[in-house]
């Protein structure tokens, strides 16, 4: 266990060595299973979280709001458009005043080619941590619950298959931080990773070259195809997720064209059932969005179907975490 995390940003996983990511899902489990059990972890008394959006929220607000309660701190829910910062106020002057009066700063700013940029500005001026609740290139808080809900669904990891699946959406071009944080984070936990997508639809390549040298590393897979059937084949794990194409960030019109052009990639009951028996998984965290496009509603009303949430009420401390 490392016990030297206090005061650390949290933007990028990658930033932060395996064991000490083992500390922080130790934790988690432990806060998981106190909380099913009725029993108060009140840690960060009068402690207060500064949550900044610059984009809409309901999960990763209710998820991050609820856990500065469970541990007896506050949150503290800000957005841009009703703040100085529509008035001018820059990312040294945000780091600087928040981390002022508050605890830790939260930021979910996703605008490509921005986001990440504007969360480093903050945390050079801030002289408390600053945690990613999403940007333009990572969602580490979302990827480490992935991680636990499949840690939940089957003990150690190691040696399993994830599928991480592009799926249509109709709705508008999402960012594609979930899939490159999954991406990266998996590998290092021994998962052997594929990467479904049509072919405009790829990660940014300084991250897929992170991510093989991570399964390098790890001596897993990591493979990038375009079949999205064959994907299916035999997983343990499929992660439904639409994301926008890199070259259409930007343009939504163009995007939406592009989208609409792969209609039929959705997780349905046949696909599923290619996958890697009756233990396999569907994982989402959007299970309304997923009955309106990528996932059939027979699908994610079957068993093997999970809705992954960043607070939870069960929990174990798997054995094999510090191995």
């Known amino acids: 266990m490392q016990t030297g995390l206090r005061g650390r940003d949290l933007i990028d996983l990658s930033e932060w060595t395996r064991d000490e990511l083992d500390t922080v899902l130790d934790v988690a489990f432990s806060l998981k299973r106190d909380r099913a059990l009725g029993r108060a972890h009140p840690y960060l008394k009068d402690k207060t979280l500064a949550m900044l959006f610059f984009y809409a929220s309901t999960r990763t607000r209710a998820s991050f709001e ?8 506050h949150a503290m829910f800000l957005e841009s458009r009703t703040s100085q910062i529509a008035h001018g106020d820059t990312a040294k002057e945000i780091g600087d005043i928040l981390g ?15 986001g990440n940029a504007y969360m480093r500005a903050v945390a050079e001026a801030s002289r408390v941590p600053v945690l990613n609740m999403q940007c333009d290139i990572y969602h580490p808080h979302q990827a480490l619950a992935d991680l636990m809900t499949v840690i939940e669904r089957f003990g150690d990891p190691r040696g399993r298959t994830a599928t ?4 249509y959406a109709r709705s508008y ?14 590998p290092r936990f021994g998962l052997n990773v594929r990467l479904v997508h049509p072919p405009e639809f790829t990660l940014m390549p300084e991250i897929l070259g992170q991510a093989e040298e991570f399964a390098r590393r790890a001596h897993v897979s990591f493979e990038i195809s375009d079949d999205f059937d064959k994907g299916f084949a035999h997983t343990d794990v499929v992660y439904a997720k639409s994301w926008g194409a890199v070259n259409t960030m930007t343009d939504e019109n163009e995007g939406k064209r592009l989208i609409d052009r792969y209609s039929s990639w959705i997780t349905d009951a046949r696909r599923m059932s290619t996958a890697h028996g009756t233990r396999s998984s569907c994982i989402r965290c959007r299970p309304t969005a997923m009955l309106r ?12 179907f999970t809705t992954r949430l960043r607070i939870g009420c069960t929990a174990r401390k798997p054995s094999w975490l510090s191995r």
């Open 100 to 114: 002022r009066y508050n605890d830790a700063i939260a930021i979910r700013h996703v605008d490509w080619g921005i």
């Open 173 to 186: 071009q999402k960012p594609i931080s979930a899939p490159q944080s999954l991406a990266l984070l998996l």
């Open 164 to 167: 991480i699946s592009w799926a």
């Open 293 to 304: 496009s990528r996932t059939t509603s027979s699908t994610a009303r079957a068993p093997r």
């Open 66 to 73: 609820a856990g500065m309660t469970q541990l007896g701190g």
